[in-house]
């Protein structure tokens, strides 16, 4: 008997056919690891960047407070054409300090970003203005 050929045989037969099915359940593995890989990719993009806007926009607002805001206040000139001064004024100060990459995925996710960050300054000037009464 020609156990080489016996062996050729066998590995042929089955070994062969066990490899081709290994190599099916591999690539499902590496597409739902890529797909895993990607979605914590994004996850993580998204925290990045809107931590950044968060905190660009709080240190804008208190800075527009501390050099105009309260100067108007004490001089009892803090009028409604001042408030909006204010907003554009941080506003402004916002997306020169965010990256072009930051404004990219900004418009990426949210269908308005000029919206979004609007919202996000009014939101923190009512905190801030909040955080001031109880002190």
């Known amino acids: 008997m ?19 099915a290994l190599s099916g359940y591999l690539i499902a593995f590496l ?8 979605e914590k ?3 993580e993009t998204a925290a990045k960047y809107i931590d950044m806007v968060e905190k660009t926009i709080s240190d ?24 909006k001064e ?4 941080t506003y402004n100060a916002v997306l020169k300090i965010l990256s072009n990459d930051c404004i990219e995925y900004l418009q990426e996710a949210f269908e308005d970003a000029e919206m979004y ?4 300054i009014e939101a923190q000037v009512q905190l801030q203005k909040k955080k001031k009464e109880e002190e």
């Open 31 to 38: 597409k739902v690891k890529a797909k895993e890989l990607k």
């Open 86 to 89: 204010a907003f554009v004024m």
């Open 2 to 20: 020609d156990y080489t050929k016996l062996i050729t045989t066998i590995l042929e037969t089955c070994l062969i056919p066990l490899l081709i």
């Open 60 to 83: 804008c607002v208190t800075a527009t407070t501390q050099t105009y805001v309260e100067a108007l206040k004490k001089q009892n000139a803090f009028t409604a054409e001042a408030q």
């Open 41 to 43: 990719t994004k996850n």
């Open 117 to 120: 960050i609007s919202n996000q």
